[in-house]
């Protein structure tokens, strides 16, 4: 099974923005919930957000509701976070992970995981 592939991340100032995607090969990326999960230094890796196929059904971490926004292209195999409002919170290393399962997913149980991006919000 080829692995999935984060793109996107960079350095960015407080309040600004940017946009992740995750490429996964195959024909049936469109069959799986897709996520989105972060890792700050020192840290746990955490939720953030996840979608689930044919984008029926998103989920948002408390700490990043309102100000990212989870969406796919099926016909692409891609899935992208727009993050807007960063601050330092929103530092960390964002890997993308799915799974057949939304509660999977969602609790970082995923079977797929990508290699990750770096994001650093920094002034």
């Known amino acids: 099974q080829a692995h999935m592939v984060e793109s996107g991340g960079g350095l960015v100032q407080p309040g600004g923005s940017l946009r992740l995607s995750c490429v996964a090969p195959g024909r049936t990326f469109h069959a799986y919930v897709m996520g989105w999960f972060r890792q700050a230094p020192g840290q746990e890796r955490e939720f953030v957000a996840a979608?689930?196929?044919?984008?029926?059904?998103?989920s948002y971490s408390n700490s990043v509701k309102g100000r990212f926004t989870i969406s796919r292209d099926d016909a692409k195999n891609t899935m992208y976070l727009e993050m807007n409002e960063l601050n330092a919170e929103g530092t960390g290393v964002y890997f993308c992970?799915?799974?057949?399962?939304?509660?999977?997913?969602?609790?970082?149980?995923?079977?797929?995981w990508g290699q990750g991006t770096q994001v650093t919000v920094s002034s």
């Open positions: 979608i689930s196929q044919n984008s029926a059904r998103t």
């Open positions: 992970n799915r799974d057949g399962s939304f509660d999977q997913v969602v609790g970082g149980r995923a079977f797929y």
